[in-house]
T-cell receptor, first 115, second 109 residues
Framework: GAGVSQSPSNKVTEKGKDVELRCDPI?????LYWYRQSLGQGLEFLIY????????KSGLPSDRFSAERTGGSVSTLTIQRTQQEDSAVYLC?????????????FGPGTRLTVT | GQSLEQPSEVTAVEGAIVQINCTYQ??????LSWYQQHDGGAPTFLSY????GLEETGRFSSFLSRSDSYGYLLLQELQMKDSASYFC??????????FGQGTELSVKP
C-alpha cells in the first residue's frame, strides 16, 4: 500500500503563531513516531504512539509541543507559540507495532520555518 | 544519559569497501539499527542487530558487539548512489530509536 504521508510538505509561519503538522502512517501500522531533524543533524525523538496511547513523550522539548493520534491512524503534532528555534524538518515514521520499532518507515517530512 | 558516536564524514572510491563505526552509551538497549538518508530524502531502514555478530544483506553488512557497546556498518562494492548520510540508532524501550548524528559518506569515481 501507500507509504507514510505528511502534510504540509513546507510551512512558513511567523513567530508566535500555532502550527499543526499531520502524519498518515502506513495502513495497519499500530506504532507511530515523531522526530525532528535540524540541518546536518541527527534525528531527535519527540514522541511515539502505540495505538492511540503515547507511552513515551519524553522527547517533547517544551509544553508548547503536543501530539495526538485518533482512530489508531492519523496523528497531529501541534506547536503553539512557535519560536525560531522550532525551525526544522519534522519527520513521522510508523512501524508494524512497537515490537518492530527497529524498522521504521519514514514520511517525507514537513519543513517548518519560523520567521 | 544516552549518546551515540559515529564519524561525521567518510570518503571512499567506487568499488571500495567502507566501514562506519558506531559506539553507544544508553540506559536501555534492545538492538542497533542502521538507516540511510539521501540529501532531502527520508531515512530508509538498512539493517538491525539485536544479538552479537554479523548480519548480511546484499552489499551491506552490520555487526554488533554488545559487550563493547559497538557496532559497524560495512558497505562493499561501493557505488556512486551510496553517497548519503548513514545513521546508527539504538532501539530503546518501547520501540523508540535514539539516533546518532550521522556519517556523511562521499563516494568518488
Amino acid at each position: 500500500g501507500a507509504g507514510v504521508s505528511q502534510s504540509p510538505s513546507n510551512k512558513v509561519t511567523e513567530k508566535g503563531k500555532d502550527v499543526e503538522l499531520r502524519c498518515d502512517p502506513i495502513s495497519g501500522h499500530t506504532a507511530l513516531y515523531w522526530y525532528r531533524q535540524s540541518l546536518g543533524q541527527g534525528l531527535e525523538f519527540l514522541i511515539y504512539f502505540q495505538g492511540n496511547s503515547a507511552p513515551d513523550k519524553s522527547g517533547l522539548p517544551s509544553d508548547r509541543f503536543s501530539a495526538e493520534r485518533t482512530g489508531g491512524s492519523v496523528s497531529t503534532l501541534t506547536i503553539q507559540r512557535t519560536q525560531q528555534e522550532d525551525s526544522a524538518v519534522y519527520l513521522c515514521a510508523s512501524s508494524l507495532d512497537e515490537g518492530q520499532g527497529y524498522e521504521q518507515y519514514f514520511g517525507p517530512g514537513t519543513r517548518l520555518t519560523v520567521t | 544519559g544516552q549518546s551515540l558516536e559515529q564519524p561525521s564524514e567518510v570518503t571512499a572510491v567506487e568499488g571500495a569497501i567502507v566501514q562506519i563505526n558506531c559506539t553507544y552509551q544508553t540506559s536501555g538497549f534492545y538492538g542497533l539499527s542502521w538507516y540511510q538518508q539521501h540529501d532531502g530524502g527520508a531515512p530508509t531502514f538498512l539493517s538491525y542487530n539485536a544479538l552479537d555478530g554479523l548480519e548480511e544483506t546484499g552489499r551491506f553488512s552490520s555487526f554488533l558487539s554488545r559487550s563493547d557497546s559497538y557496532g559497524y556498518l560495512l558497505l562493499q562494492e561501493l557505488q556512486m548512489k551510496d553517497s548519503a548520510s548513514y545513521f546508527c540508532a539504538v532501539r530503546a524501550a518501547g520501540g523508540k530509536l535514539i539516533f546518532g548524528q550521522g556519517t556523511e559518506l562521499s563516494v568518488k569515481p
